[in-house]
């Protein structure tokens, strides 16, 4: 299978929960893996950040490639970045299915987008809440996926802004079926149904999940409740 057929199961399997291993046990990161997959998580999401695109700073491909020695399910890597156009082939090597890159933090988001394509995997283009929406319109029809983020790239601990339901429907509207429609922040058992009626298929969770003791009963209330969203 292709790193681009295996990044289009996470479509297939919409509505999709993606674990954020951002908050997950990095010192037990193979159980916490192993209880993820026996959970019926779909794919795993890992958020990239660098001190200097947002102030916090998180990991790099040395974790991409130790998450890809322990699971065969798609991952998806966001780059919260500067310049990411300059790592694009190393997290692809580490094993990113998936590259999504925000459109604030490059010059020419559709040249950036497109060389992730050349690379075999899928291309992702995200979006703060306080950027406005015109500058990702133009590259709706270069990439796989579009991320709505729905608190600011980041920041923990921030309410849901409701903003991101109207992009998400915008979104949906100018694209058509073919792009992928991602939600990261604050998506939880009161705002997931919400982001599915607005038209998301990809729901990024962290501490809804990593906070409960069961992971599997979390995935599947996340789930059930989307699929009622969307329905």
């Known amino acids: 299978m292709s790193r681009r057929d295996s990044f289009r199961q996470l479509g297939a399997a919409a509505p999709a929960i993606l674990p954020s291993l951002l908050l997950c046990d990095f010192s037990n990161l ?7 997959e026996e959970a019926g998580a779909p794919g795993m999401h890992l958020d990239v950040m ?57 010059d020419d988001p559709r040249a950036a987008l497109g060389a992730i394509r050349d690379l075999g995997i899928g291309a992702g283009i995200a979006i703060n809440p306080g950027t406005p929406f015109d500058q990702v319109t133009d590259c709706l029809n270069a990439c796989d996926l579009l991320l709505v983020m729905s608190v600011p790239a980041g920041f923990g601990g921030q309410s849901f802004d ?62 059930r409740l989307a699929v009622l969203g969307g329905g």
């Not at 310049?83 to 997290?91: A, C, D, G, I, T």
């Not at 580490?94 to 490059?106: K, Q």
């Not at 100018?174 to 429609?181: K, P, R, V």
């Open 50 to 106: 660098d001190g200097n695109f947002v102030p916090n700073l998180t990991y790099g491909m040395p974790i991409v490639q130790a998450v890809r020695k322990l699971t065969q399910l798609p991952i998806d890597v966001h780059l919260m970045i500067r310049q990411p156009e300059r790592y694009l082939s190393q997290f692809r090597d580490a094993g990113a299915d998936l590259i999504t890159i925000h459109v604030e933090a490059v």
């Open 162 to 223: 409701r903003t991101a339901l109207d992009r998400l429907r915008q979104a949906r509207e100018l694209a058509g079926s073919d792009l992928l429609l991602e939600v990261d922040g604050g998506v939880n058992s009161d705002t997931i149904a919400a982001c599915a009626e607005a038209g998301a298929q990809l729901f990024v969770v962290g501490s809804a999940i990593f906070r409960r003791d069961d992971y599997r009963d979390a995935i599947g209330q996340l789930q």
């Open 30 to 36: 193979e159980r916490e893996i192993a209880r993820l």
